[in-house]
Nanobody, 120 residues
Framework: QVQLVESGGGLVQAGGSLRLSCVAS????????MGWLRRAPGKEREFVAA????????LYGDSVEGRFTISRDNAKNAVYLQILRLNPEDTAVYYCATGWGTSAVGYEYWGQGTQVTVSS
């Protein structure tokens, strides 16, 4: 069992940046991959980024366009998502989850999400 808690979301103006955090408890954090996914209003969940247990391998969604960076600190049981040059299309609830791959079906444990709202 793994518990995940996201933070760092909020209201930001277009062009700004955010750093989302996710802290895990339960099973040994350094033993499993982690991902970030998001759900925009009226849309399906979308893969954003994933990172391997050691942090040596990373995946990014097609819509990321080089603005997103995923990282992790296994000593702190934490995974992060740095987002640059935010635009209104990034408005969504961002979830961290345990797992790997570009589809939501590849993820097992999910946090409650953190809302990111980008104003134009």
């Amino acid at each position: 069992q793994v518990q995940l808690v996201e933070s760092g979301g909020g209201l930001v103006q277009a062009g700004g940046s955010l750093r989302l955090s996710c802290v895990a408890s339960g099973r040994a954090f350094g033993s499993y991959p982690m991902g970030w996914l998001r759900r925009a209003p009226g849309k399906e969940r979308e893969f954003v980024a994933a990172i391997s247990p050691s942090g040596g391998e990373k995946l990014y969604g097609d819509s990321v366009e080089g603005r997103f960076t995923i990282s992790r600190d296994n000593a702190k049981n934490a995974v992060y998502l740095q987002i640059l040059r935010l635009n209104p299309e990034d408005t969504a609830v961002y979830y961290c989850a345990t797992g790997w791959g570009t589809s939501a079906v590849g993820y097992e444990y999910w946090g409650q999400g953190t809302q990111v709202t980008v104003s134009s």
